[in-house]
């Protein structure tokens, strides 16, 4: 290998993943944060990624800034998904409604054991994006969204 061209393809890479090319919004996610933000003005909404820092810039670029409260990566909390330190270091970010208590927190993500799991381990309730049926069947089906309308439809007390 020829460590000038690795170093050349590492920053084509690294400035590929830092640009919106790469990313696709869904149209249903859009729905949802717009339902959220206009009938829910009291909820705050977060991004919580084991990305790094571009992401503080990728979510404007794809004209997302609006819909989010915080963000917050694993470089930010110095931990990921599915540790309890990054979920705390969210929750820390939630400063118009005080303090939270875990019960009144739900985490939707689309990896069952960093996300859901993750949040569910820690009191926090947690919705598992299944888009492609993969039939998870350790976690209860009231606890899996198709698509990201489907929150509003879920009781999260069960």
Known sequence: ???????????????????????????????????????????EIGAISNFDNRLHDVVPSLGLKQYFDFIVTSEDAKSSKPEAAIFDYAAARCTKSGQLLASEILHVGDDMDKDYFGARNIGWHGLLVDRHGGGYTIVEDNHIVHNMMEIFNKDLEQ
């Open 1 to 43: 290998y020829n460590e000038k061209e690795i170093r050349l393809l590492a920053n084509k890479l690294y400035g590929y993943y830092h640009s919106p090319k790469p990313y696709i919004v869904l149209e249903d996610s859009i729905k949802a944060l717009n339902q959220l933000k206009s009938d829910h003005k009291y909820i």
